[in-house]
């Protein structure tokens, strides 16, 4: 098995991101957050009635704010997880395949 073919199984089940990838994700987070933050501001100023006005801060409305970003962020995390595990699993067949055929 080659080097490159080693790199692609480097990060087993539950692997943790390296260093440069972690500290990276960690840098979009706060982006992230006053983009959704934009977002909602946006939303209610345009689409909520009375359209074009700001509606006055209610605790009910920042507690389902912040369970939304919570479970887009967990959602999000799933999603990427799933996707990755996907794609290992398909190395592995054509691996297993490239293999087996000789």
Avoid: K
Avoid at 39 to 52: A, G, K, L, S, T
Avoid at 68 to 79: K, L, M, P, Y
Wanted: positive net charge; hydrophobic residues 40%.
């Amino acid at each position: 098995m080659g080097a490159a073919a080693c790199e692609s199984y480097d990060h087993g089940i539950g692997a943790r991101p390296s260093g440069n990838r972690l500290r990276h994700r960690l840098g979009q987070r706060p982006r992230r957050l006053i983009t959704a933050l934009l977002q909602r501001v946006c939303f209610n100023y345009f689409f909520i009635p009375p359209i074009h006005t700001l509606p006055s801060p209610s605790h009910r409305n920042w507690i389902a704010f912040v369970v939304f970003v919570a479970t887009a962020s967990r959602g999000r995390t799933a999603f990427f997880a799933g996707a990755h595990r996907a794609e290992e699993a398909e190395a592995r067949r054509i691996e297993i395949e490239r293999l087996y055929r000789h």
